[in-house]
């Protein structure tokens, strides 16, 4: 007597495949999301360590953030640094270069400063840039508070100062 194979088997090897098949689907779907997500996470990684990178060196060169779309207040001028303290001098680069109120052309002028004047490094700077056109040059560049030898204190362009003695190139005076 012969047995013919029954419909059983088939049936055994039919459910056995669909299950291995779903079990790839499901693992494959399982192994993207978490592809996805060491990606998502390696991405703001990075991000958050070019901000702690740019930060490091906004902190490093003294500068503080400063929000220029509120009017800064009028603080008292900070004390004169007794012996032995470090001051960070600035070099006006631009003959004629406007010392503002604030941070801004809309601001009153302070002072009027010559090529290489030396100015105090207040530890302020703009958290926003201005693009301004100074002849045939067109600077984008933040502001930063300043003290000059009289004691007046006040804004310079971002542009028309520097660590060094130079003389900002392609600026037309007055």
Do not use: H
């Not at 090529?115 to 926003?128: C, N």
């Not at 508070?145 to 003695?165: C, D, I, P």
Request: proline share 7%.
């Amino acid at each position: 007597m012969s047995k013919k194979p029954g419909l059983l088997p088939k049936l055994e090897f039919l459910v056995i495949g669909i299950l291995f098949f779903a079990f790839l689907l499901w693992a494959m779907s399982r192994c993207n999301a978490t592809k996805r997500a060491y990606q998502e996470k390696a991405a703001a990684e990075a991000r958050d360590e070019a901000a702690a990178d740019s930060l490091d060196r906004l902190l490093l060169e003294g500068y503080t953030p400063f929000d220029t779309a509120v009017k800064p207040k009028e603080a008292p001028p900070p004390p004169a640094p007794g012996p032995g303290e470090r001051r960070t001098i600035l070099y006006v680069t631009i003959d004629g270069m406007n010392m503002r109120s604030g941070p801004g052309l809309n601001y009153r002028i302070v002072e009027r400063l010559k090529l290489f004047d030396e100015v105090e490094f207040l530890g302020e700077v703009t958290d926003s840039t201005q693009e301004i056109n100074l002849g045939q040059i067109t600077t984008d560049e933040p502001w930063v508070k300043v003290r000059t030898r009289k004691g007046n204190t006040g804004w310079l362009y971002g542009a028309g100062a520097s660590y060094y003695k130079k003389k900002l190139e392609g600026v037309e005076t007055d």
